[in-house]
């Protein structure tokens, strides 16, 4: 990244200028959460950058058995930065993972393998970078409940912008009746607005952080917001959305709310998705651009297109990672699923942004979500893309009229595909279609992250009753 810290020796430099009096190592896990190991900033030396950090990997779904357990940190100085909520003043840097048994970087870390994919550009001769816009939607509650147990499952969630509690009596204030409404909150002002000193909040800790921020604004749902960030190169992508992530769940934390990336808290309003915006260059030239091509796209990134959306239900088992995924990739809520492209239009699960120039031609993957481990999201994408080019697959379209409004049949006849409708169905496609991620990925991490998702996402799910089932069954 790059933002503070130069290299090794700079670090140490840099925490004694800032006083500080802890480092926090931080890594991400397969299911895209950020850990953490804090050490005495008296207790690290150079050596532990350079020789890494032991650790237990046992203790993390998916990983290591308990009987080949021990791995090892590899600190990034150049990652640092300096954790904006803690009391003491502490310093956090991004870490990959050591296999020590292969001697080699851990085939399950995520951010290795983002690295792995951008030496793979490299050494293909294809690219030599690859650029990643991420758009992170998420929801701010006032209070959230859950219960999950054998006999009793509900859950309830509360935000001030929303419209049932119209008649609700406030014992400290008054209901003030402002309310965006049901898909009425795309950029309201205030007071319909309630979030935008957080907002700003957040922001300004973005910022402290070193992400540079444009676009804020409150989104289509009730309690549902966005800041944009500028976008990165593929790893710097994905740890900008971990910081992203973290700073306005925290904001939202000390100011006394809750936020939230789920795609589908809210039943009949919109979602949150994770739209990604991507390009590769060579040479300093963005090989997306051809002048005179449909929006300004060339050969390359139309079959760059083509290679996504042919992979694009296996893909999604990366990109579209929890079954609540599903919930918002269905018609009427601007979550597209629908697999083709189109300038302009939102309703083509891959949309080129209007007015793009050479060095800003790009295409917008529309269906992801925050779900997703970016650093998995951003290497299935990619790879995709990249099978797409080599192989010179032609996508279905472009298509600019709404498709939120064609029936199934004529979604058919148009020979168009459609994402799966759960995570059971992405996973599935990702067992038949996962020759394109080969040259990162492994058939040991492929096979892991299937299991993964199967036990702690699917299989848990699909066990349960749900009060709808009780709504409409228990009277058979």
Partial sequence: MGKFVKDIDHFFEFCKENEVKFVDFRFTDLNGTWHHLGYNVKAVNKEMFEKG???DASSFGGWQPIHRSDMIFMPEAQSAFLDPFTADVTIVVF??????????????CPRSLAKKAMLHLKQSGIGDE????????????DNVKIVDKPNCAMYEIDTEEGEWNDDKDYKDSYNTGHRP???????????????????????QVLEQVGLETFAVHHEVAQGQGEIGVKYGTLVEAADNVQIYKYVVKMVAHLNG???TFMPKPLYGDNGSGMHVHQSVWKDGKNLFYGEGGYANLSDFARHYIGGVLKHARSVAAFTNASTNSYKRLIPGFEAPSILTYSSQNRSASVRIPYGSGEKSVRAEMRFPDSTANPYLAFVALLMAGLDGVKNKIEPVGPMDENLFILHLDEIREKGIEQLPHTLRGSLESLIRDNAYLKPVMTDEFIKAYQHYKFETQVWPYEARPTAYEFKTCYSC
Avoid: H, W
Wanted: aromatic letters at 18%.
């Fill in 53 to 55: 950090v032991p650790f």
């Fill in 95 to 108: 870490c990959d993972i050591y296999d020590i048994y292969n001697n080699e970087m851990y085939a399950k």
């Fill in 130 to 141: 690859a650029f990643f816009g991420p758009e992170n939607e998420f929801f701010v509650f």
């Fill in 181 to 203: 409404r049901k898909k009425g909150g795309y950029l309201p002002c205030q007071p319909v607005d309630s979030m935008v000193d957080l907002r700003a909040e957040m922001v």
């Fill in 257 to 259: 709310k809750t936020a």
